[in-house]
């Protein structure tokens, strides 16, 4: 069963995708300084395509995890119950670190604008 919350994650993810593309997009328009853009761009470019790779394998991952914690249900041991709940635990610390990569990724093209 999936929870609210993961459901807004994976909404989220798809918001954060598309707003990507497109910053990159009317980046690659903007007439900025050619100095300025060709120090700073690439990198930001690089950020841009890896963030979206990353993107990519949350969502699947978000996608997935119902399934995956279903079983966690059938757990008849300690052992069991303890992998689910720290896979559990680990996945919401990489959303929140892929959600921080993503403010981080627009404050770049923000201050590239400034």
Request: aromatic share 12%.
């Amino acid at each position: 069963m999936e929870t609210e919350n993961k459901k807004l994650w994976k909404d989220t993810v798809v918001f954060m995708q598309e707003d990507i593309k497109h910053q990159r997009d009317l980046f690659d328009k903007i007439d900025l300084n050619t100095e300025k853009k060709n120090e700073s761009y690439q990198v930001i470019a690089e950020k841009c395509n890896d963030f979206l790779v990353s993107s990519d394998l949350v969502l699947e991952e978000l996608i997935r995890y119902p399934i995956f914690m279903e079983k966690g249900l059938e757990c008849d041991d300690v052992q069991c119950d303890t992998y689910f709940t720290n896979y559990e635990s680990t996945f919401e610390e990489e959303i929140k670190t892929h959600f921080e990569r993503y403010n981080e990724l627009k404050k770049a093209f923000t201050d590239q604008l400034l």
